[in-house]
């Protein structure tokens, strides 16, 4: 793929020029990578700096006793922060990037990114701007984990990603996006399902209340 059709997902980056921006996008290359990719682990040295075009990844830190957290995606147009902040520190990474579907992204050599980043202010605005945004969507994470209930939360989220009343989601999946464990999502399931607010099948989730649901979860959270 040429970088003028790569750069169009990427308008902020479309008009930067300099040598070495050009050297960057040189060595720029585009690969498909199938859904379920391993990205980096806790503890690996950055190699890379990536631009997703299409798909999804996931950036989620996982506990010793088997907990999960999903802190964020990466998604078409965005580039991982994470990454950023390895790169910009030469520190490993502190959590695992899985890709959730399959996903096409742009991907830089780390020693090119960096010397880019020196010399290219449009670059660098373009990674402060989505190191930004993402900092605060994960202070507001903090925020919910750390000050409201998980009832509130779980009501919340069944709201958010319900499609046409209803969710493709196991219990463990649900545990991992909302940083708690298995057995008390599932505790909390059965008792929205025993007031009539839900119905649980296999790897699906009907809802039947959604006013109720409403009435717990808190708006700030939806």
Same mark, same amino acid.
């Given at each position: 793929?040429?970088?003028?059709?790569?750069?169009?997902?990427?308008?902020?980056?479309?008009?930067? /020029?300099?040598?070495?921006?050009?050297?960057?996008?040189?060595?720029?290359?585009?690969?498909?990578?199938?859904?379920?990719?391993?990205?980096?682990?806790?503890? /690996?040295?950055?190699?890379?700096?990536?631009?997703?075009?299409?798909?999804?990844?996931?950036?989620?830190?996982?506990?010793?006793? #088997?907990?999960?957290?999903?802190?964020?995606?990466?998604?078409? #147009?965005?580039?991982?922060?994470?990454?950023?902040?390895?790169?910009?520190?030469?520190?490993?990474?502190?959590?695992?990037?899985?890709?959730?579907?399959?996903?096409?992204?742009?991907?830089?050599?780390?020693?090119?990114?960096?010397?880019?980043?020196?010399?290219?202010? #449009?670059?660098?605005?373009?990674?402060?701007?989505?190191?930004? /945004?993402?900092?605060?969507?994960?202070?507001?994470?903090?925020?919910?984990?750390?000050?409201?209930? @998980?009832?509130?939360?779980?009501?919340?989220?069944?709201?958010?990603?319900?499609?046409?009343?209803?969710?493709? /989601?196991?219990?463990?999946?649900?545990?991992?996006?909302?940083?708690?464990?298995?057995?008390?999502?599932?505790?909390?399931?059965?008792?929205?399902?025993?007031?009539?607010?839900?119905?649980?099948?296999?790897?699906?989730?009907? @809802?039947?209340?959604?006013?109720?649901?409403?009435?717990?979860?808190?708006?700030?959270?939806?």
């Amino acid at each position: 793929m040429r970088a003028s059709a790569w750069l169009a997902s990427f308008p902020a980056l479309s008009s930067l /020029q300099g040598p070495a921006w050009q050297q960057l996008l040189a060595a720029a290359r585009v690969q498909q990578l199938p859904a379920g990719t391993a990205l980096f682990h806790v503890g /690996q040295t950055c190699q890379q700096f990536m631009l997703v075009l299409s798909g999804s990844v996931r950036v989620e830190k996982n506990a010793v006793n #088997g907990r999960e957290l999903v802190l964020y995606r990466v998604e078409a #147009g965005q580039s991982c922060i994470l990454t950023s902040a390895c790169l910009l520190g030469g520190s490993p990474y502190q959590a695992d990037g899985v890709t959730e579907t399959a996903v096409e992204a742009v991907v830089i050599p780390a020693a090119i990114f960096r010397q880019a980043l020196d010399s290219c202010a #449009g670059l660098r605005a373009f990674v402060f701007e989505q190191y930004s /945004q993402r900092i605060t969507e994960l202070l507001m994470l903090v925020e919910a984990v750390t000050f409201s209930r @998980l009832d509130e939360r779980l009501a919340a989220y069944l709201l958010r990603h319900a499609e046409q009343g209803q969710l493709q /989601q196991t219990h463990q999946q649900l545990a991992a996006e909302l940083g708690s464990a298995r057995e008390v999502v599932s505790r909390l399931l059965k008792e929205f399902e025993r007031n009539g607010w839900l119905r649980l099948q296999r790897g699906r989730i009907q @809802l039947e209340n959604q006013q109720a649901l409403a009435q717990l979860g808190s708006p700030e959270l939806r």
